[in-house]
């Protein structure tokens, strides 16, 4: 394992591109950002996309309290994590400056993770509760890794693959790819690590603004459906490397959907693009799925042999 956790600090090559084309058409329909649904933005065939019901739920699940959102603890070693306690965890990782801090304060609706436009800023595991009341437990803890690639170090890998394996409230890791640079080699090798150790995971494409417009006074002013449609061939064709063919794969692919957003795009007083539907992604991963009121996490581990099946 060693050998491909040290493959992360190769030099990168990109394997996707997602370069739009040059001509753009004269007049387009458009639709107005706020009206975009999970359909536009993500892609979805092994699972179902959520309802507005759904979305409205994750939405107020996420709203920040005194008691939501709480950063637990920070680690920078495995065995310096605190114990596993009954919250279930999902954890965040991706290639330094790929925006994976800035997401995460847009599904906490809260300034609490450090972002810098220099790699390598977090340097250690955090971890923050969501959804928690007064005297009692969060509902779900987000885990905020370093990221991988340049400005990194090989002992982080180390460390982040030794808690991505032995920990047993860790439902998914949700893996942040640039959208507008697709599936670097840094991500390929990450996504074979998680293949080759059964780890549950789930791509997210952060940016996904400079895909469906050239400049951010363009997008204002709504997207073109030639936009959505290059979107939607661009999500098509990442399937396969990001769920191989099983007769080639090495072990179970990630989960069957690709989910987009923008952390630097509102759409609503607090809200951002997309953002809504990670936090719905969230919650299934941790098996929270119902009314808010008295909702407790259904904590299931799931079974190599189900991951298997849905691949």
């Given at each position: 394992?060693?050998r491909h956790?040290?493959?992360?600090?190769?030099?990168?090559?990109r394997?996707y591109?997602t370069?739009?084309?040059?001509?753009?058409?004269?007049?387009p329909?458009k639709?107005?950002?706020?009206?975009?649904?999970?359909?536009?933005?993500?892609y979805?065939w092994d699972t179902?996309q959520?309802?507005?019901?759904?979305l409205a739920?994750?939405?107020k699940?996420?709203?920040?309290?005194?008691?939501?959102?709480?950063?637990?603890?920070?680690?920078?070693?495995?065995?310096?994590?605190?114990?596993?306690?009954?919250?279930?965890?999902?954890?965040?990782?991706?290639?330094?400056?790929?925006?994976?801090?800035?997401?995460?304060?847009?599904?906490?609706?809260?300034e609490?993770?450090?972002?810098?436009?220099k790699?390598?800023?977090?340097?250690e595991?955090n971890?923050?509760?969501?959804?928690?009341?007064k005297?009692g437990?969060?509902?779900?803890?987000?885990?905020?890794?370093?990221?991988?690639?340049?400005?990194?170090?090989?002992?982080w890998?180390?460390?982040i693959?030794?808690?991505?394996?032995?920990r047993k409230?860790?439902?998914?890791?949700?893996i942040l790819?640039?959208?507008?640079h697709?599936?670097?080699?840094?991500?390929?090798?990450?996504?074979?690590?998680c293949?080759?150790?059964?780890?549950?995971?789930?791509?997210?494409l952060?940016?996904?603004?400079?895909?469906?417009?050239?400049?951010k006074?363009?997008?204002?002013?709504g997207?073109?459906?030639?936009?959505?449609?290059?979107?939607?061939?661009?999500?098509?064709?990442?399937?396969?490397?990001?769920?191989?063919?099983?007769?080639?794969?090495?072990?179970?692919?990630?989960?069957?959907?690709l989910?987009?957003?923008?952390s630097?795009?509102p759409?609503?007083?607090?809200?951002?693009?997309?953002?809504?539907t990670?936090?719905?992604?969230i919650?299934?991963?941790?098996g929270?799925?119902?009314?808010?009121?008295?909702?407790?996490?259904?904590?299931?581990?799931?079974?190599?042999?189900a991951?298997?099946?849905?691949?």
């Amino acid at each position: 394992m060693n050998r491909h956790i040290r493959k992360l600090f190769a030099p990168t090559r990109r394997l996707y591109s997602t370069s739009p084309p040059s001509k753009q058409p004269s007049s387009p329909n458009k639709l107005e950002l706020q009206d975009l649904t999970p359909s536009e933005l993500c892609y979805y065939w092994d699972t179902k996309q959520p309802t507005s019901e759904q979305l409205a739920f994750a939405e107020k699940l996420f709203v920040p309290s005194r008691h939501s959102p709480l950063k637990l603890w920070s680690a920078s070693k495995f065995r310096t994590a605190p114990l596993s306690s009954i919250e279930p965890e999902v954890a965040f990782l991706g290639r330094s400056n790929v925006g994976k801090s800035s997401l995460l304060n847009a599904i906490m609706g809260q300034e609490i993770c450090w972002t810098s436009s220099k790699p390598g800023r977090t340097r250690e595991m955090n971890a923050f509760g969501i959804g928690g009341t007064k005297g009692g437990e969060s509902k779900v803890v987000l885990l905020d890794m370093p990221g991988y690639g340049k400005a990194s170090r090989a002992e982080w890998g180390m460390e982040i693959m030794k808690y991505l394996q032995g920990r047993k409230q860790l439902r998914r890791t949700f893996i942040l790819v640039d959208s507008e640079h697709g599936i670097k080699q840094q991500d390929a090798d990450i996504l074979q690590l998680c293949r080759h150790n059964g780890i549950p995971h789930q791509i997210i494409l952060s940016k996904v603004d400079k895909v469906l417009s050239k400049s951010k006074k363009q997008l204002k002013t709504g997207v073109s459906t030639a936009s959505i449609q290059r979107l939607a061939k661009m999500l098509q064709d990442m399937k396969p490397l990001v769920q191989p063919d099983a007769r080639i794969s090495e072990g179970p692919g990630s989960l069957g959907e690709l989910i987009t957003c923008s952390s630097e795009v509102p759409v609503g007083s607090g809200q951002f693009l997309g953002v809504n539907t990670v936090r719905w992604a969230i919650l299934a991963a941790a098996g929270i799925d119902g009314s808010l009121d008295g909702v407790k996490p259904v904590l299931r581990q799931p079974s190599m042999e189900a991951l298997a099946d849905t691949n």
